[in-house]
């Protein structure tokens, strides 16, 4: 148990579904993060919220929409979403933004096993 | 474009055997991570290292930041079945501010 809480666990979706992924954490930490794991490829980061702005968007496709109403609560909408869009989607939190410096740990979610027919 | 690269990708091996893996850059980094990812989990870190030549254990586990600050090396010693799973080392760049990067993730299967 490492204080945050991923749901759901499992999802399927056609390309055409509109479907959410949450995320909440119970640590008082200050940033979050969205992260997709990809089998044999790197973390790729997808966008970090630190006191609930947003603060990084690496370039991901609007077909994926983060919002963050508090500190606690990380969503990622999803919409008209592709195949290779299949993936492990992470959620984090740390104390601080670990971007902006220092050598803060990432708290990960189990995350979400997301796959797109 | 910042790559961190470990290697070996996929070792298997037998329970009380030693082993190492590796995380190798061109960039240098402010500080370096290890993390564990056990199957159906999140990745968890291990531990941190922030200085050129530092030497950290973990019990049978020892983890060494290269000189330059660009390379990382995990050591297991007598490794068991529960160390298995999915290890990733991050490194906070250097000239942007600690930004983590993530290398591939080296998958460790010990049989018993």
């Known amino acids: 148990e490492t204080g945050v809480t991923q749901t759901p666990r499992h999802l399927v979706m056609g390309m055409t579904n509109k479907k959410s992924l949450k995320c909440e954490q119970h640590?008082?930490?200050?940033?979050m993060y969205w992260y997709k794991q990809s089998a044999k490829k790197p973390l790729e980061l997808m966008f970090v919220y630190s006191l609930e702005e947003r603060v990084e968007n690496n370039s991901v496709p609007s077909r994926f929409s983060p919002e963050c109403p508090n500190s606690s609560h990380l969503f990622l909408h999803l919409h008209t979403l592709q195949p290779e869009d299949s993936a492990l989607y992470l959620c984090a939190s740390s104390s601080d933004r670990v971007q902006a410096g220092g050598n803060g740990e990432l708290f990960f979610g189990e995350g979400s096993r997301l796959t797109v027919l | 474009t910042q790559l961190l690269e470990q290697s070996p990708q996929f070792l298997s091996i037998q329970e009380g055997e030693n082993l190492t893996v590796y995380c190798n850059s061109s960039s240098v980094f402010s500080s370096l991570q290890w993390y564990r990812q056990e199957p159906g989990e999140g990745p968890v870190l291990l531990v941190t290292?922030?200085?050129?030549?530092e030497v950290k254990k973990l019990k049978r586990l020892t983890f060494q930041f290269g000189d330059a600050r660009k390379d990382s090396s995990l050591h297991i010693t007598a490794a068991q079945p529960g160390d298995t799973g999915l290890y990733l080392c991050?490194?906070?760049?250097?000239?942007?501010?600690?930004?983590?990067?993530f290398g591939q993730g080296t998958e460790l299967s010990v049989k018993p």
């Open positions: 290292v922030v200085t050129g030549g």
């Open positions: 991050a490194g906070g760049l250097y000239n942007q501010g600690g930004k983590l990067i």
């Open positions: 640590l008082g930490h200050n940033a």
